[in-house]
C-alpha cells in the first residue's frame, strides 16, 4: 500500500462548522496543537441554514425572560426526555456565548436601545432569538472563522474525508482518510479528537441538508464503540420550499413565523387554529409539521401538496428588511415574490435530535479521547428542538468540547495509528475502484435513492411498526448490495467514490433511526407512530441507546437521570407548563 500523508496533533477537530470552529479556538487557546478536517471548504457548512436566530435569555426585548424559562421551555419541548443537566448548562451559558460572539465582532439586529434585538420562535415562551435577518448562521460562522484564523495555531485541512477512527483498544489514537482532490491517503496522529461534523438528512429524499449531511461522523463513533442516543427522533421543519422540484426541501426559516407569517390551506383557512389555538404558527415544529401533513392528507393541500405560508401584511419594505434572504430565495428559485405572493410549503428533514451519547459537562463520548458536540451529539434537545437551540448548542458544547479535549491531550501522551489499520482501510476504501468479481458491481448512487426512497416512506413524518420493518428490511437489503459497490475511474476528482462513502455512512445510520424508531412503541416528540397514537408513561423514562454487538446492531432502552425536584419546580416557569404536563 502507498505511504500516506501522515500529520499529528495533540487535537484533531472533524468538522469546520460552528461547533468545529468552536471547538478548535477553545482548544488552540488551551495551548494545543489542533488541526481541524472539513469534507467541504471553511465558512462553507450546514450552520449558515440556522437563519433564525440564537436562542438565549437576554431579556432584552421581554424583560421576564430569564435562563430559567429557557430551561423549562427546552425541557418540555423535548417531552422531558433531554439531560437535564444538559440542559442547565446550555440555558445558562448561552448568554455568555452570544455576548462573547458579539465581543468577538458579530453583527446583530438592535433594540432601540442598542441591545441585540430578540424575535419570537415556536414554543419559546419569550422573544428570544438573537438575530441578524434571516443569516444568522451565516453571521456565527464568518465571526468564528475570523476568531479561528486570527488565532493562527490551527492547522485546517479542506477537502478532505476522514473514514475511520482508530483506537489503540484503551482510547482514540486518531483517523484515517483521503483528499477528495486527488484521492492520497492521510493518516493523524492524535491524542484527543472531537467530532462536530454535523446531523444526517441526505438519506431522505427530501431535506433541507447539504451534500455534507451523510451521518459520517455518528456512524465513525458507531464503529470505533461509541453508543448513540435518541436515534429515532428526526425533526421535520414545517416550512421547506415544494416548488419548483429543483427547490423541494429547501429550508424556509421559522423567522418567516417568527416575524408574523400565517399558514394557510387551499380553502384559505389559518388551520392552527385547529390544532393549536394557543401557540398558532408559533407551535413547536413537531406540531406545525404534523398539522400541515394531516391538511394535506385531508385534501386541503396547496397544488403541490403543501401549505401556504403568507408574510405580505408585513408590507415590503419589512420584509426586504427583516427576512432578505428568505425574499431573494423565492424570486431566485420558484420567481414568487413574498412581498405580494404566499410562499408554497412542506415538511422537510432539518435536524437531528440524537447523536453520540456524551457526558453533559466535557462532552466526552463512551470512548477515551472521543468527544462531540454539535448536531452529532445527542442528549440536549430529547424528543423534539427548540428553534434556535441549535446555533446556541453549538457555541456552548463546541467550547466544552475543545476544552475538554484540550486536558484530555495534555494528560496522556503521544499515539500513533497503527501500520495494520491502515494498510486494512486503505484496501476496503479503495475496494469500489477495484473490478468487480460479478458483473458491473452497483452503482453507488442508485443504492442512495433507493435508501432515500425507503427512510422517505417508510420511516418519515409517521410511522408504523409495519413500515419501520419494511424500511428495515430494505437497509438490508442494501447493506449486503452495498459491499459490491463499483465506479469508474480513479482517485482524481471522482464524486462517485466519495459517494460510495456516503453510502456506506448513511446505511449505518439510518439503520440505527429506523431500529430505535422500532423500539419507541408511542408518539412523542418528533416520533409519530400511527399505531401508537399515545404518549406511553413507561417509555417517559428511558432514552433509547444504539451499540455496537460484536458485528450486530443493538438497541437498548436505558433509564434516564430523573430531573430533581428543585430542577423540576423551574418548569412552572415556562408559560406553556399546564398544556405540557398532561
Known sequence: METPETRTCDVLVIGAGGAGMRAAIAATEAGCSTIVVTKSLLGKAHTVMAEGGIAAALGNVDPDDDWKVHFADTMLGGQLLNNWRMVEIYAHEVIDRVRELESWGGLFDRTPAGGIMQRAFGAHSWKRLCHVGDRTGLELIRTCQ???????????????????????GNRIVG????????????????????????????????????????GDGAAMAYEVGAELLDMEFIQFHPTGMIWPPGARGILVTEAVRGEGGYLYNSEGKRFMFEYDPKKLELSSRDVVARSIYKEVKAGRGTPHGGAYLDIRHRGGDYIKRKLPSMYEQFHALAAVDITKEPMEVAPTIHYTMGGIKVDPETAASTVPGLYAAGEVAGGLHGANRLGGNSLGDILVFG????????????????????????????????APLAAPEKGEGENPYLLHEALQWAMQDDAGIARTEESLNRSLSAIQELKGRAKNMHVPGGRTMNPGWHTCRDVESMLTVSEAIVRSAIERRESRG?????????????????????????????????????????????????????EKKA
Open 146 to 168: 475570523d476568531r479561528l484564523t486570527a488565532t493562527g495555531k490551527a492547522d485546517v485541512c479542506m477537502e478532505y474525508t476522514l473514514t475511520k477512527l482508530v483506537s489503540d
Open 175 to 214: 483517523a484515517i482518510g483521503y483528499k477528495r482532490s486527488d484521492g492520497g491517503f492521510v493518516v493523524i496522529n492524535a491524542k484527543a479528537v472531537v467530532l462536530a461534523t454535523g446531523g444526517w438528512g441526505k438519506m431522505f429524499r427530501y431535506t433541507s441538508n447539504s451534500w455534507e449531511g451523510t
Open 526 to 578: 418528533s416520533q409519530w407512530r400511527l399505531d401508537y397514537l399515545e404518549k406511553d408513561p413507561e417509555q417517559a423514562k428511558v432514552n433509547y441507546v444504539t451499540y455496537r454487538n460484536g458485528d450486530s446492531m443493538a438497541v437498548k432502552p436505558v433509564p434516564h437521570d430523573p430531573i430533581p425536584k428543585e430542577k423540576e419546580e423551574l418548569l412552572h416557569h415556562s408559560r406553556f407548563y399546564e
Open 399 to 430: 467550547r466544552r468540547a475543545g476544552e475538554a479535549a484540550a486536558e484530555f491531550a495534555k494528560s496522556h501522551e503521544a499515539a500513533s495509528v497503527p501500520d495494520g489499520e491502515l494498510d486494512a482501510e486503505q484496501k476496503r476504501v479503495l
